[in-house]
C-alpha cells in the first residue's frame, strides 16, 4: 500500500480534497483516530480513502490540522510516499502556512509532493504558494490552486503525484 498524506494548516480544505478524490474513485472514506505514543488518552481524528490503481492501493489519508498535533501528523508522514501540502489562500492565514511549511521541511525524509493553494475565491486569498516554499526542498514540487466547488486542479496534480509513485 502506497500512502498519500494531506497535510497543511487547519481548516485549510485537508479533507475536503481527500473528498473529492475519494468522489473521483468511487472508494469510500472512513474516519479513524490517531493516538499519541507517550498517551494513549490523547487522539487526533483523521479521514483516510483507500482505492487500486495500476495494481497498487493507494491510501490518502489526512489528520484534523492544529500544530499541537505534532507527534500523531509525524507518525502518519512517516509511512508517507507522497505528500500533499495544502495551503490556505488567504492572507491571514500567513503564519499558520508558514508554520505548515516549516514543520514539514525539518523532517528528514524526502518524499515526492505538490502544494495546493486554496479558498482562491474568497477576497482576501491569493495564489503565493512561492513565498511559502522558496528555499525549502519543496520549492521544485508542483504548485496547483482550488477553490470552492472547484477541486478540478487540485485533483488532477495529486493524480499526476499519484502515477509518478
Ligand atoms: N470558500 C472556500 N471554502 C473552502 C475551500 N476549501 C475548503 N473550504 C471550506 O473550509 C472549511 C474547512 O475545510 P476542510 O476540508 O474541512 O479543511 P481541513 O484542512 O480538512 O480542516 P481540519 O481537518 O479541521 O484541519 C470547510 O467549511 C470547507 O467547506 C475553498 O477552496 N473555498
Ligand atoms: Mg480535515
Known amino acids: 500500500m502506497k500512502r498519500l498524506v494531506l497535510c497543511g494548516p487547519s481548516l485549510a480544505g485537508k479533507t475536503t480534497i481527500l473528498k473529492a478524490i475519494a468522489a473521483a474513485h468511487s472508494a469510500s472514506i472512513e474516519t479513524f483516530y490517531a493516538h499519541s505514543r507517550d498517551d494513549d488518552r490523547l487522539t487526533c481524528r483523521g479521514a483516510r480513502t483507500e482505492f487500486t490503481q495500476s495494481s497498487s492501493t493507494i491510501e490518502i489519508a ?38 505548515w511549511v516549516a514543520k514539514l521541511a525539518s523532517r528528514e525524509t524526502p518524499v515526492p509532493g505538490c502544494v495546493v493553494t486554496t479558498k482562491l475565491d474568497l477576497p482576501n486569498a491569493a495564489f503565493a504558494p512561492a513565498q511559502f516554499v522558496s528555499g525549502t526542498r519543496f520549492a521544485r514540487w508542483p504548485t496547483t490552486q482550488s477553490s470552492a466547488g472547484n477541486a478540478t486542479s487540485a485533483l488532477l496534480a495529486v493524480e499526476a503525484l499519484i502515477l509518478s509513485l
Request: proline share 3%; charged share 25%.
Open 62 to 99: 489526512t489528520l484534523v490540522g492544529p500544530t499541537q498535533n505534532n507527534e500523531m501528523w509525524g507518525d502518519l508522514l512517516d509511512g508517507a510516499a507522497a505528500v500533499v501540502l495544502v495551503l490556505d489562500g488567504q492572507r491571514e492565514r500567513d503564519e499558520a502556512n508558514q508554520a
